[in-house]
């Protein structure tokens, strides 16, 4: 064989052995990579709606669900490739089945080829308005938008499902009839410091104050002093989550975290705190009041009613501006704005939620100003949120103790493994345990026959608190309205060991406008029921019985009719078929101790009906779903 001839079969041995590499090296160990991308070509994965996980209260009662829900889907080609009459016809089958609460529509419809289901989840709220602005809302995707849904997004909103589908050589999507859906594993459920029965009564009742006085709206807090736990957070007016679409912007915030105001004479109660504190004043100091006006530093400050001299406790109990000026006086004025700025105003209470707004304190060298520091004393030229005033007057009352407030309880992951545990965090100590004790009495005074917060007195228990009214400063103008006032009150009880402290402001109430008047008896309403609920014991004997219902008016609660021996006494009523939340409300009369479990109606009660009842029995009451026929609620709408 000649040398070229040698040369040529090298070469084709060579090619025929580059070939056959190549081909082994496709078909056998690139197999994998041509698949991969082969299926990137022909296959596509479309991501459904997570299943977010569930919010709960503080006794596990169910505040947000994910229910699962049919999505009705349609391949447009396949439906091109049809007869036009059988086009036709699978249009008015998805429209019926679209529109229709019948699943056997659905069913004929994704017999259709073209016309397919799958099932996605849909959040639902099932207490409605209940607890609407703190819970927040979800978009179309299940996306947390306000409220816990939106702060707590990245844990309850799961990860997304996959829905496995094909493409033609058009690039069009093509869903088999069986197709697999790569499941998700749920998102964490969020337990909350909220109970869902206290929630209820501060919201009624911050609704009934704000429907009597006609206000443009409201906020209610009820928390623990000594943890910091926020037991209801309620702002009216509300929404319905389940349709945030219809509610205005301002129904859909949390108020209490949003929106800041004066505090007017609620101040007061800080100025004195840090008056005492410091050692500027004492519980027998007197202030001479000028008889309801006083010329300071170029100004006229009044008082509304006319006092001559009064002591620094009865400057707080009959709220006198000219005596906290006075008072105010007596303390050196940077320590006074640490004070301030100690109790939390100015800054975020650093509370779960987003949205929190700082408020508004004067700057150090405004504060130098004695005439900005005599009106910020009582309450003007700053600015606080509800949740900053709870949060200060909680420590003012708890020992001297600044307690970050805190709405989660506990964070579960699917598997039920707490991830979280929210706590009791004491941030720093602002008053000694004397001075606080101190505070106490003198705020117990307020409710007392001649103080300003008489409607806040509660039968069975000492409370204090301190009212408060101040002047809206007008948009616009920057000058305080003649006619719109924030009237507000805080208070906690019991006076020596407070358990409950509870704040209610109204906003912009019409004809009344006091604090005294306007938020006081919805504090009262607020505090009997919750501490009769949580089965906080009297710390005052109880002579009088409640008034019986008349048995003819709607709603009446049945009362079982006893010997002469026991007139005066108080008598449990029957509470069968009633719920919860009136439950809860009718017992609120009683001094006793309320044990509830179950949910629906009351079906069982111990005592029984028309037994006697003495202050701190223990009264137990269970609760069952109500057997409701299809046939009754078949042709309800909505309401």
Not at 165 to 186: K, L, Q, Y
Not at 202 to 208: G, S, Y
Not at 435 to 458: F, K, N, P, Y
Request: net charge positive.
């Amino acid at each position: 064989m000649t040398p070229r001839a040698r040369i040529i079969l090298g070469g084709l041995l060579s090619l025929y052995v580059l070939v056959v590499f190549r081909a082994f090296h496709i078909q056998v160990l690139g197999m994998k990579g041509i698949r991969e991308r082969g299926a990137k070509q022909y296959c596509t994965n479309i991501p459904l709606i997570p299943k977010r996980g569930l919010i709960l209260d503080r006794t596990g009662s169910e505040l947000a669900v994910s229910i699962a829900t049919k999505s009705v889907f349609v391949q447009a080609g396949k439906l091109r490739q049809m007869p036009s009459t059988a086009a036709d016809e699978a249009v008015r089958e998805v429209r019926t089945a679209m529109a229709a609460i019948d699943p056997d529509s659905r069913g004929r419809a994704s017999a259709i080829d073209g016309i397919g289901t799958v099932e996605e989840p849909k959040r639902f709220y099932p207490n409605r308005e209940l607890a609407a602005s703190l819970l927040g809302f979800t978009n179309l995707d299940c996306e947390g938008m306000e409220g816990i849904e939106l702060s707590l997004n990245k844990y309850l909103r799961g990860e997304r499902a996959l829905l496995a589908c094909e493409r033609d050589a058009r690039g069009r999507i093509i869903v088999p009839a069986s197709t697999p859906v790569e499941a998700n594993p749920n998102g964490h459920s969020v337990a909350l410091t909220i109970d869902r029965n206290i929630q209820h009564i501060a919201e009624t009742e911050l609704q009934a104050s704000v429907s009597k006085y006609n206000a443009r709206g409201g906020m209610a807090l009820v928390l623990s002093p000594k943890t910091g736990e926020i037991l209801a957070m309620a702002t009216a007016p509300s929404f319905n989550p389940n349709a945030p679409a219809g509610a205005p912007a301002e129904a859909r915030k949390n108020r209490s975290l949003t929106d800041s105001f004066e505090p007017g004479s609620t101040f007061k109660v800080f100025t004195l705190a840090s008056a005492l504190e410091m050692g500027a004043v004492g519980m027998e100091d007197r202030f001479f009041c000028e008889n309801g006006s006083y010329r300071y530093a170029g100004r006229v400050i009044h008082d509304t009613h006319r006092y001559g001299w009064l002591t620094a406790p009865d400057v707080i109990k009959f709220s006198s501006n000219i005596g906290i000026t006075k008072i105010n006086d007596r303390m050196d004025g940077d320590r006074f704005y640490d004070m301030i700025r100690a109790f939390g105003f100015g800054s975020r209470t650093g509370i779960e939620l987003q949205g929190e707004v700082p408020g508004l304190s004067p700057s150090r060298s405004g504060f130098q100003s004695r005439i900005r520091r005599a009106t910020v004393s009582f309450g003007q030229g700053i600015s606080v949120t509800p949740l900053q005033l709870a949060a200060g007057m909680a420590a003012v009352v708890n020992g001297g103790k600044v307690m970050k407030p805190y709405v989660v309880r506990e964070i579960r992951d699917p598997e039920g493994k707490t991830v979280f545990r929210g706590e009791p965090r004491e941030l720093r100590r602002v008053l000694s345990p004397g001075t606080s004790s101190r505070m106490r009495e003198i705020l117990g005074r307020v409710v007392q026959e001649d103080g300003t917060g008489t409607q806040a007195r509660i039968k069975g228990f000492l409370v204090g608190g301190k009212t408060g009214t101040a002047q809206k400063v007008e948009h616009g103008t920057g000058r305080y309205s003649a006619s719109k006032r924030t009237a507000s009150f805080v208070g906690f009880l019991p006076l020596q060991d407070p358990e409950l402290l509870i704040l209610v402001v109204i906003d912009e109430p019409r004809g009344q406008v006091y604090g005294g008047v306007v938020a006081a008896p919805a504090f009262n309403q607020i505090a009997v029921k919750t501490a009769y609920y949580l089965g906080i014991q009297p710390t005052e004997a109880i002579a009088a019985s409640p008034r019986r219902p008349d048995v003819a008016s709607p709603g009446a609660v049945r009362v079982t009719s006893v010997s002469t021996a026991t007139t005066g006494a108080m008598i449990m009523p029957d509470l069968a078929g009633l719920s919860m939340g009136r439950v809860v409300d009718l017992m609120g009369r009683y001094s006793v101790k309320l044990s509830l479990s179950g949910s629906g109606v009351a079906r069982s009660q111990t005592p029984a009906p028309g037994a006697v009842l003495v202050p701190g029995t223990e009264c137990t009451v269970k609760f069952a779903a109500e057997a409701v026929s299809v046939a009754a609620t078949a042709g309800k709408g909505k309401r």
